[in-house]
């Protein structure tokens, strides 16, 4: 497994842009494609956006699409959200996920693909 820590998340008005960071360490980061997922009080963890390991490939919910991107730098093993106007429903823990299958070549990123995840990071988005 690798080891993850996430950063950047806090406190901000709504239409207002955050950039959460990714750092990774431990197993290889080339190779597996990167995710991040968030949780919101009482509900459950869900899919935010994917990016394939080569970095050439993005996949985001439809609820994200056109106002967060992911990327990732393989040479500083960190992989990161920037998320443009931020939405009060947006608020979450935000966790930065590793998934289990090198190579992978598909757009399957279910939860159950990830084997790594970063302590979380709180972001709150005020109305």
């Known amino acids: 497994q690798v080891q993850l820590v996430e950063s950047g998340g806090g406190l901000v008005q709504a239409g207002g842009s955050l950039r959460l960071s990714c750092a990774a360490s431990?197993?290889?980061?080339?190779?597996?494609?990167m995710g991040w997922f968030r949780q919101a009080p009482g509900k459950d963890r869900e899919f935010v956006a994917a990016?394939?390991?080569?970095?050439?490939?993005?996949y985001y919910a439809d609820s994200v699409k056109g106002r967060f991107t992911i990327s990732r730098d393989n040479a500083k093993n960190t992989v990161y959200l920037q998320m443009n106007s931020l939405k009060p429903e947006d608020t979450a823990v935000y966790y930065c996920?590793?998934?289990?299958?090198?190579?992978?070549?598909?757009?399957?990123?279910?939860?159950?693909?990830?084997?790594?995840w970063g302590q979380g990071t709180q972001v709150t988005v005020s109305s």
């Open positions: 996920g590793a998934d289990r299958r090198r190579y992978y070549s598909g757009s399957d990123y279910s939860l159950q693909n990830f084997d790594s």
């Open positions: 431990g197993r290889t980061f080339y190779g597996y494609d």
């Open positions: 990016v394939s390991w080569s970095g050439g490939s993005t």
